[in-house]
């Protein structure tokens, strides 16, 4: 009896789909980026305006803390963020004359003033307080922290968006989750701050479909990279200079996706990560369009898994840090 081909098609498409998927984020994957800087990138400036080369994460730490917030035209929003962050590291340093601390303003490519509001921070608090760096051109969130982490001094290295949505002194609690993730491995650990907490007030104010949303990428999230996060994407991160160092020099993705992938790394080298409910406020002036950006995250997480899946990414345990 002569068989129809639909029902062995129909057999054979996921196989056929997840092939050509498979094939597409294997031809498409990019080498891990290179930490290339344009010659400006190379330096910042000093108060006086005089060009100083950045330091390297390879280079001993000389401060307590360090603080990376990338920035993309964020010169409204920018000023409220540092004025609550420095007035907090100021009356620190003020109590605890031992702790020492940097921020790190990282232009991803503005078009706005956002080097101009930064660089005044620097002039009224010193460069080796503030220190601005201006990328030539647009990196993503994630290529600007890397950069920024790159030229950081810190034992430490706190990751923090310009918008001001998590309150700093937050940061007392990723501190301590981090201390209690202690003894170390190779002196590596994460805390990251979380919002998920706050799900059920935010699922009350948001629209039935941005909350389909929200539910499908968390899972996506679970099923295909990370386990045991329930908030990946919050912008408050603490780590150690060696798992900064560590994850940092295996990270692919360099936009929205990018702490993602920098948790999958940091759990395949199982350095231990605490997550910490953070006070956190929406502000306006979001720079994701849900939808789409959801979209393309949704993309970017199948692609981070298969791109490690058939060996197009790899990640080594002997890997030594850049």
Not at 290 to 301: A, N, V
């Amino acid at each position: 009896m002569f068989q129809r081909p639909f029902p062995l098609l129909l057999r054979l498409s996921p196989g056929l789909a997840f092939f050509q998927i498979s094939f597409v984020a294997f031809i498409t994957a990019t080498e891990m980026p290179q930490l290339h800087r344009h010659e400006e990138e190379k330096f910042f400036l000093n108060v006086r305006g005089q060009r100083e080369a950045l330091p390297s994460i390879r280079d001993s730490p000389t401060k307590q803390l360090s603080v990376v917030v990338p920035s993309y035209n964020e010169e409204k929003r920018l000023p409220v963020m540092m004025d609550e962050a420095l007035g907090y590291l100021e009356d620190r340093q003020k109590q605890d004359p031992t702790f020492t601390y940097e921020v790190i303003i990282v232009d991803d490519g503005s078009k706005d003033q956002t080097s101009k509001v930064a660089f005044k921070y620097c002039q009224k608090y010193g460069s080796d307080k503030v220190r601005v760096i201006t990328l030539v051109k647009n990196r993503g969130k994630g290529g600007a922290i890397r950069m920024g982490v790159f030229s950081s001094r810190g034992k430490k290295i706190l990751m923090a968006d310009a918008d001001g949505a998590t309150k700093f002194p937050d940061i007392e609690k990723l501190e301590k989750g981090l201390n209690d993730l202690q003894p170390w491995p190779d002196q590596m650990a994460i805390a990251c701050g979380s919002r998920a907490h706050l799900e059920k007030e935010s699922i009350a104010q948001r629209s039935y479909f941005r909350t389909l949303l929200m539910y499908g990428f968390h899972f996506l999230v679970w099923f295909l990279c990370v386990k045991g996060i329930r908030d990946t994407q919050c912008g408050f991160k603490l780590l150690t200079r060696e798992a900064a160092s560590r994850t940092f020099s295996s990270l692919h993705i360099e936009r929205w996706a990018f702490d993602v992938e920098l948790l999958y790394i940091a759990q395949f080298f199982k350095i231990p990560i605490a997550e910490i409910a953070v006070n956190w406020t929406e502000i306006e002036g979001s720079k994701l369009v849900p939808f789409w950006s959801w979209l393309q995250m949704g993309k970017d997480l199948l692609f981070i898994r298969l791109r490690y899946l058939i060996g197009a990414w790899r990640l080594e345990q002997t890997r030594k840090m850049n």
